[in-house]
């Protein structure tokens, strides 16, 4: 099955930096690869995704990337504010037979803390 | 906005006991998942169901089972709690392989 591996599992920035988190997967047949970002006391939630088709997306100070030849997708968070702080993980499936869902397998998540 | 509520916010309970975590979603979707997390485990996959009273094995179902008799709950039981099912328990649902997972504030569960 798939195994996603995320790095680092804690990183701590200056209000204003930029902070990369690094995740790379191993079943080549993956296709999808979404970021959740989860709050304290909350469940994870969607912030960005990408597909296979697809190098680079941006949504305002967030971006992803996809290196399919070496596995592995990047979250870019840039001018980083307090309320970035958070667990952030990566995600990455496969269409499971071609069946209408899909089976997302997650990394270990990275504790992200912007001090101000 | 999808709403995915989890019945119960903590829980402690015995070794052995059955235990019951409930989940019901709002919005009609056909996909429902139970994660179990852990620290420095991220989010592992123990069962989800497609449909209504099917149900597939994820990564982790070993002690425990499922059931989704109405499309819009979905339940995980603990047949026999034990020490090492203390865990952080998320429910999600999403509409199709492509949307996102939209999970609930999960049900931390500790079994003494």
């Known amino acids: 099955g798939e195994n996603v591996e995320q790095h680092p599992s804690t990183l701590s920035v200056q209000e204003g930096d930029s902070a990369v988190i690094k995740c790379t997967y191993s079943d080549s047949a993956s296709n999808y690869f979404p970021w959740y970002k989860q709050e304290l006391g909350k469940g994870p939630q969607l912030i960005i995704d990408i597909r296979s088709n697809v190098g680079e997306k941006k949504d305002q100070r967030i971006a992803v990337t996809l290196n399919k030849t070496a596995k592995h997708f990047s979250l870019h968070i840039t001018e980083t504010q307090p309320e970035d702080s958070a667990v952030y993980f990566c995600a990455a499936t496969t269409n499971a037979g071609g069946t209408s869902y899909g089976k997302l397998t997650f990394g270990q998540g990275t504790i992200l803390t912007v001090h101000p | 906005d999808v709403k995915v509520t989890q019945s119960s916010r903590y829980l402690v309970k015995r070794t052995g006991e059955k235990v019951f975590l409930e989940c019901v979603q709002d919005m009609d979707h056909e996909n429902m998942f139970w994660y179990r997390q852990d620290p420095g485990l991220g989010l592992r996959l123990i069962y989800f169901s497609y449909d209504v009273k099917m149900k597939e094995k994820g990564d982790i179902p070993e002690g425990y089972s499922v059931s989704r008799e109405k499309k819009e709950r979905f339940s995980l039981i603990l047949e026999s709690a034990s020490t090492n099912q203390t865990s952080m328990y998320l429910c999600?649902?999403?509409?199709?392989?492509?949307?996102?997972?939209?999970f609930g504030n999960g049900t931390r569960l500790t079994v003494t």
């Open positions: 999600a649902s999403s509409l199709g392989q492509y949307s996102p997972l939209h």
